[in-house]
């Protein structure tokens, strides 16, 4: 913040926090374990100074006032003891918002932006990060078990730019946890229910639905660019959707964030065009550590495995609103991102998260880099084009 406070500012405790006395002299604000703060305040000039932030008065009739009370005290004591308030993260600008408005279509996402407000400063707006969730593009592909929850979560999150891109019919065994769909859709196209969903969940979204089904990266290219986020939740066919959504990504220049369940654990991670490393720079990795890494994916392909669906719904869940949360740190740069090129991991068994692995961004990578798909065998085992 500016060493001279704005005097026409109006500042105010953050309505999200409780200011309390213990006993004259020493008062907390906050009730969370690890947010609150306690004050020793003799002379009971702090506790005052948040008295009178309160939203209604500006600096300026701060500075009056407490003068007024307080003879000792000078322009700048007072600056001081708001800064220290706001460094310690109780400060918010008061002025009234278009998410403030509840006669608005906007004040849906009013409790957002009092989450939001936590990481709002004096110097800041507190409707500013859900004006980026607004305005953000986001491609998310799948509306199955994992894309049905995500996408409830992103209307629900003010994400109003979405398109949504799946081929798929509804089945009766997707009702265990895709409850985005109901008995009466069964047979319907996941797009066509989404698309009604949407509509009257928030019939302002700007909600785009593609009926398609992606057997090239090419296919995507034009779905992607120009969007400010891709998620993937696509995992047939196994692996390789993976990676044709990686090349899209590296070739469109959008970041992407890939999610999936296993039996007893989830994961995500994500890549950053340009700055981290890409899907296939983590076979890179993993050839580079594991001599018998390219001999599994030879040996798992050869197989031909194909599981049966194992979904079990409060799981899915767990990993999918984590894939959420982590779509808006992203748009938003509120909290730095948790996984670009990064293995994040629950175990559902214990409840724990657990930093699986990062790896870097290889200048021999065939996808990101400038290397030889021949170089890799572990690529070389994928079958179906690329």
């Known amino acids: 913040m500016d060493q001279c406070l704005n005097s026409q500012l109006y500042p105010r405790i953050k309505p999200i926090y409780p200011v309390y006395k213990l006993h004259d002299g020493l008062f907390r604000i906050g009730a969370q374990l690890g947010l609150t703060k306690q004050y020793r305040d003799p002379e009971n000039q702090l506790w005052e100074l948040t008295q009178l932030m309160d939203g209604l008065h500006s600096i300026e009739q701060i500075v009056s006032e407490m003068c007024m009370k307080y003879h000792s005290l000078t322009q700048e004591d007072i600056h001081n003891g708001i800064r220290v308030l706001d460094r310690d993260g109780f400060v918010e600008q008061a002025q009234h918002c278009k998410y403030d408005d509840s006669e608005s279509s906007l004040y849906r996402y009013s409790a957002n932006v009092n989450y939001f407000s936590h990481y709002a400063r004096l110097d800041s707006s507190r409707e500013m990060l859900q004006d980026k969730l607004l305005n953000s593009k986001v491609v998310l592909l799948g509306l199955g078990g994992g894309g049905s929850a995500i996408f409830q979560l992103l209307i629900g999150l003010g994400i109003n730019n979405i398109i949504a ?54 296919d995507l290219i034009p779905i992607i660019e120009g969007k400010d986020l891709v998620i993937s939740t696509i995992d047939e066919p196994q692996f390789l959707a993976f990676r044709r959504v990686n090349k899209a990504c590296i070739v469109a220049g959008v970041p992407c964030v890939f999610g999936g369940v296993q039996t007893t654990k989830g994961r995500l991670f994500s890549i950053c065009p340009g700055h981290s490393g890409c899907f296939d720079c983590l076979h890179v990795y993993y050839e580079k550590r594991d001599p018998l890494y390219s001999e599994q994916l030879r040996g798992f392909h050869d197989s031909g495995f194909k599981p049966p669906s194992i979904a079990f719904g409060p799981n899915i869940f767990a990993i999918c609103s984590k894939i959420a949360e982590e779509a808006v740190r992203v748009l938003t740069g509120y909290l730095p991102p948790i996984s670009f090129a990064h293995q994040y991991e629950i175990d559902f068994e214990t409840g724990s998260w657990s930093d699986f692995n990062s790896w870097p961004k290889y200048p021999d990578c065939p996808t990101c880099g400038t290397g030889e798909t021949a170089n890799w065998p572990s690529l070389s085992y994928y079958r179906g084009e690329l």
């Open 165 to 218: 891109v799946d081929y798929d019919l509804v089945e009766r065994s997707n009702l265990n946890r895709q409850f985005l769909y109901r008995n009466r859709d069964i047979g319907k196209l996941k797009t066509t229910v989404a698309m009604e969903f949407a509509r009257e969940i928030n019939p302002d979204g700007n909600y785009q639905f593609v009926n398609k089904k992606i057997n090239s990266f090419t």
